[in-house]
């Protein structure tokens, strides 16, 4: 068992990679009621496209990781949210781009819900009867996504940013895409990404680590699971421009919505570099659009925002992009208002007191989030498999300059690169 003190936090996170690859995780928090746990693979909406080292290439049917979760959870002897429940947990899961995770928090029996959290991971049950019927489901849901607002202005904008990276595929694929799904595909992408060495589980809270690692390691000597190689991921070349420079939704809403975004090159950088350029990226965001900055009133004085104006940023080994907006009365004239502004404070630079503020503000939600289990796990997962640790983020942020934010700021906002998209009622066209 490796033990990893982070004194700048007064945490220690105990680790041990097992026998079959699986890696466990174990944040003890003393005075903690609440536990929580997270089993995820490394495996998202955009792995459609893929080789295991000594077998052939495989592509897949669009949305099949977000298929393949909504399947984990049925099991030929009963309800697993049943099982949980009885225990006195509450169980979920979610598919992302990049991962799929399991989880479940409680307050007491964490070790019977870990078992079966561990366990119905480990047991697919597919056949065609059950997934012909999911066909169905799922089918609904992307159904109601098309008619939700915010959803099709946030997918409209990443579909206009890019045109052959799988990111523009909604992770729940499309009613086309999923009709292709079989129970053998299934198996295939199952027994390919959810296989131990693929995976992490996290667990964190009121817990005694080496009860967990006791348990996980007894757990997982009793299965069988063959080695496996390396898994290759296969994307296509992304042109550096934008898909669409603008896209209108016309949908019956009775405010329009704007989103724009603005596409980078993939990050050639990885592990802390990455980290930082993220870090650099979202606090120069913060600085700019908070909800305290000059930009932000500017816009609310003149009621092109309301307090739901957001931004965010994104980047992995295969994207980068930011995102802002809102809704807006006058999406044409917040666009305009936006370059004016952001043009406007590149000629003089951001300063050195609304630095220091948003950069104390994020230290400040940093160390908050490390009162809360769910999200210390969740967050933690994300980054690994990027190859980041979650504790680096203190020290980062401690050692960014303004001149770090600043350079980033005049080389991130790229009008040639920048792209729209809009939600509108159809009588506002």
């Known amino acids: 068992m490796q033990v990893i003190p982070y004194p700048h936090l007064g945490e220690t996170i105990y680790h041990e990679k097992l026998d079959n690859g699986l890696h466990v995780f174990v ?22 496209y893929f080789q295991v080292k000594g077998k052939e290439a495989v592509r897949v049917p669009d949305g099949i990781a977000h298929f393949l979760e909504h399947k984990m959870f049925e099991e030929p002897e009963g309800d697993i949210f049943a099982t949980f429940a009885s225990n006195g947990a509450s169980a979920n899961a979610f598919t992302s781009f990049d991962r799929t995770a399991y989880l479940f928090s409680s307050t007491n029996h964490y070790l019977e819900n870990l078992t079966t959290l561990i366990n119905f991971v480990q047991n697919p049950y597919f056949t065609d009867e059950n997934v012909e019927k999911e066909k169905g489901i799922i089918g609904q849901e992307i159904k109601m996504y098309e008619d939700n607002a915010d959803w099709r202005s946030y997918y409209g904008l990443i579909e206009s940013l890019y045109a052959k990276h799988p990111i523009h595929i909604d992770i729940a694929g499309t009613v086309a895409s999923i009709a292709e799904i079989t129970k053998d595909t299934l198996y295939e992408c199952y027994h390919t990404f959810y296989h131990p060495s693929n995976m992490s589980l996290f667990v964190v809270g009121g817990v005694d680590a080496e009860e967990v690692l006791s348990l996980v390691k007894a757990n997982q000597a009793a299965k069988s699971f063959a080695p496996q190689g390396s898994i290759e ?29 603005f596409k980078e090159e993939a990050p050639n950088v990885s592990g802390k570099d990455l980290l930082v350029k993220e870090l650099t990226t979202k606090l120069m965001l913060d600085i700019l659009f908070s909800s305290s900055s000059a930009i932000y009133e500017a816009l609310y004085d003149e009621q092109l925002i309301s307090d739901n104006f957001g931004h965010e940023y994104n ?16 999406p044409n004239r917040l666009v305009e208002r936006i370059r004016e502004e952001v043009e406007k404070r590149k000629d003089i630079g951001l ?63 790229n009008w040639n690169q920048l792209a729209v998209s809009i939600v509108q009622s159809r009588e506002l066209s």
């Open 351 to 413: 300063d050195e007191v609304t630095f220091e503020r948003s950069r104390k503000k994020k230290i400040g939600n940093f160390l908050r989030m490390m009162n809360s289990p769910e999200s210390i796990a969740n967050e933690f997962t994300k980054y690994r498999f990027k190859g980041i640790d979650l504790f680096d983020i203190l020290p980062v942020y401690e050692q960014l300059t303004l001149e770090d934010v600043n350079l980033r700021f005049r080389e991130h906002f």
């Open 315 to 330: 980047c992995s080994d295969g994207y980068a992009f930011s995102m802002l907006g809102g809704d807006t009365k006058d």
């Open 233 to 261: 991921r296969f994307f296509p070349d992304e042109p550096l421009e934008v898909n669409e420079a603008r896209r209108v939704i016309n949908l019956p809403v009775s405010m329009p919505k704007c989103l724009i975004g």
């Open 27 to 48: 944040l003890p928090k003393e005075g903690f009621q609440k536990t929580y746990a997270t089993f995820t693979t490394q495996y998202g909406s955009i792995d459609n």
